[in-house]
């Protein structure tokens, strides 16, 4: 597997990622509701709209993807079509983990995490997908995967800038 298959198969978890600053909104995932710790499970920037349009769109990429792009050509097309699945919701499990660990350590909503927020969603999203798909523990680079993990960092940091100026997002990370 090549840098550019790599990208292709976790491509669904960055859309995932993008999708619900734009589409979410709503009700929080969490309903309101606090943990054992007495501090909110998630917070209101994570909502059930969100996560729903991020899934979605992150799977349907990946769909798109599956049928017009040949990649990993061993991999059947129904498989892709579920690990695109699992990339999606990967990412939003990775993203909704980040928020719990960060509501946690006392960190109010929107505020930044090295590594935490740039990084985990792709970490579980790619460890969802090498759990469905063993087969790729053979043929993942670990130079790939690390050079993937600096890109999404920077790029992480870059949209995200982005989407502050568009006033999409009420902080730059």
Same mark, same amino acid.
Do not use: C
């Given at each position: 597997?090549?840098?550019?298959?790599?990208?292709l198969l976790?491509?669904?978890a960055?859309?995932?990622n993008?999708?619900?600053?734009v589409?979410?909104?709503?009700?929080?995932v969490d309903?309101?509701?606090?943990f054992?710790?007495g501090?909110?499970? $998630?917070?209101?920037?994570?909502t059930i709209r @969100?996560?729903?349009? %991020?899934i #979605?769109? =992150?799977t349907?990429v990946g769909?798109? *993807?599956a049928?017009?792009?040949?990649?990993?050509?061993?991999?059947p097309?129904?498989?892709?079509? $579920?690990?695109?699945?699992?990339?999606?919701? @990967?990412?939003?499990? %990775?993203d #909704?983990? =980040?928020?719990f660990?960060?509501r946690? *350590?006392g960190?109010?909503?929107g505020s930044q995490?090295?590594?935490?927020?740039?990084?985990?969603?792709l970490?579980?999203a790619?460890?969802?997908?090498v759990?469905?798909?063993?087969?790729l523990?053979?043929v993942l680079n670990?130079?790939?995967?690390?050079?993937?993990?600096?890109?999404t960092?920077?790029?992480?940091l870059?949209?995200?800038?982005?989407?502050?100026k568009?006033?999409?997002?009420?902080?730059?990370?």
């Open positions: 597997m090549d840098f550019i298959e790599l990208f976790v491509l669904p960055f859309v995932s993008a999708v619900p600053v589409f979410g909104g709503g009700t929080a309903f309101g509701r606090s054992a710790d501090k909110r499970i $998630f917070g209101n920037s994570k @969100g996560l729903v349009s %991020g #979605l769109a =992150g349907a769909t798109l *993807l049928f017009a792009v040949p990649f990993l050509p061993w991999i097309l129904e498989q892709k079509f $579920f690990l695109a699945f699992l990339a999606s919701a @990967g990412a939003m499990a %990775g #909704l983990l =980040g928020s660990v960060k946690r *350590l960190a109010s909503p995490y090295f590594l935490l927020d740039q990084l985990l969603f970490i579980i790619l460890g969802l997908v759990w469905a798909e063993t087969a523990i053979a670990g130079w790939d995967v690390l050079a993937l993990l600096v890109l960092y920077f790029l992480h870059f949209f995200n800038g982005v989407a502050h568009l006033q999409l997002k009420n902080v730059p990370w």
